[in-house]
Each structure stands twice: as C-alpha cells, then as structure tokens.
C-alpha cells in the first residue's frame, strides 16, 4: 500500500542528505552558487505556498514541497543534464520509499523539467518549481567572497538584497532589489533573461501572467 510522505521524511533521509552533500561537492568545484541545503529548504517551502495560493490540495502541496527539496539531486552525478539523471534517482527513491507510482511520476516530471536548457511545464507542480527555483537569486548563494574575483554570475547574486514570489490575483510577481553599486539591472538581464522567460511559460501554465520588479520599477 503506497505511503503518505511528506517533506519532513526526505529531510531526514540519510540518502537525501548524501546526495546534497555531493552535489553541493561537485558545485562548489565547479565554482557555482550554492545549491545545496539553504536553497532546497527555500525552493520547498516555496514551492508548496505558490501550490496552495493556486488552490491546490495538502496532498499535491506536500508532493510539490517534496519536488523543491530534491530538485537538485542530479548535481551529485554530474552538473550536465542533472534535471533529468535527478528525475531518476528521485523516481527510484520515492517507489523505494513506498510512494504512489503516480505521485513518484509527477515529481519525476517536475525534477526532469526544472531546468530552463530544456525544460517546461507539464503539471502545477512543475511550474511552481519552476518559479521557485528561478527566483532564489540572493548574495547569501555566493560562495566566493573575494569582491575582486566574481564573475558575472557571482556579481549579480552578490548585489541582490531581496527576492520575494508571489502569486497575486491573475499574476505571478517576482520583486528584486539590486545593489546597483555592486552591478547595473543590465547584467540581470544579461544572464537570467531565459530564465525570466521560463518563468513566463510556467506562469502561463498555471493561467497567470507573469511580472519582472527591480528595485520596485516593472521591467517585465
């Protein structure tokens, strides 16, 4: 008989925690932000607020909070298509942990798809990621603290202060605030712009339009 999981069961896991540790390993080689813990536990919680604001039932926001906290598995194989070899480690843990075969598909889906190289919506639960995801943009996910040597990806997450998701009546609306002494809105655009585009689509899916604030001026 499948087994009612909820987030709390994968935070504790053993297996969850190991592959976190790798990924944040094989990350922090690679010199990318932080993936790891801090931004699992935000990704899920938010994850499961976008569900609920949507109407969704317990279940499916507890299956979504599920999907944010081990979205980023994969990165314990490889950074390379970890959406996808992320998918699979999810969907053999969920049916090893006893999960509803339907259940484990939708997460299954939801991982696979979270990545904007190749991603899209394909249930509520995955568009929610989506935009959980995407919207951790924050100076606390910089690993390197020498000012002198970021890279643009670094200078952008560095000089943002504050990134707030909401779904407001017919939107989704993502507010942040950039210290532009640190670096122009310009270079946001300049390596998130597909991202902001995948949001759009996953804002979409849920019948929401999708609205871009910096520094408390729309752009999108």
């Known amino acids: 008989m499948p087994k009612s999981l909820t987030l709390k069961d994968f935070q504790k896991s053993r297996e969850v925690i190991s592959l976190l540790h790798a990924a944040e390993i094989q990350l922090d080689s690679l010199g990318y932000t932080e993936h790891s813990f801090r931004h699992c536990r935000l990704v899920a919680n938010k994850c499961g607020e976008i569900l609920e604001k949507l109407g969704e039932d317990e279940h499916v926001i507890e299956l979504g909070k599920i999907a944010g906290y081990i979205h980023d598995i994969g990165n ?41 190289g190749e991603g899209v919506p394909t249930n509520h639960i995955g568009a929610a990621l989506i935009l959980a995801d995407k ?59 597909h991202r902001m585009k995948f949001c759009r689509n996953a804002a979409n899916f849920m019948g929401k339009t999708f609205e871009l604030y910096i520094n408390q001026t729309q752009l999108l």
């Open 135 to 193: 919207a951790d943009v924050h100076r606390s996910r910089v690993r390197n603290r020498q000012e002198e040597t970021f890279d643009i990806h670094d200078r952008v997450n560095y000089a943002a202060t504050k990134s707030v998701i909401d779904v407001i009546d017919n939107c989704v609306r993502l507010e942040i605030e950039i210290d532009t002494a640190i670096c122009p809105v310009m270079d946001y655009f300049e390596i998130f712009l």
């Open 76 to 116: 314990a194989v490889s950074r390379n298509n970890h959406a996808q070899s992320g998918a699979l480690l999810a969907y053999d843990m969920l049916l090893r942990k006893g999960m509803d075969y339907d259940d484990a598909a939708m997460i299954m889906m939801a991982i696979a798809n979270h990545d904007e």
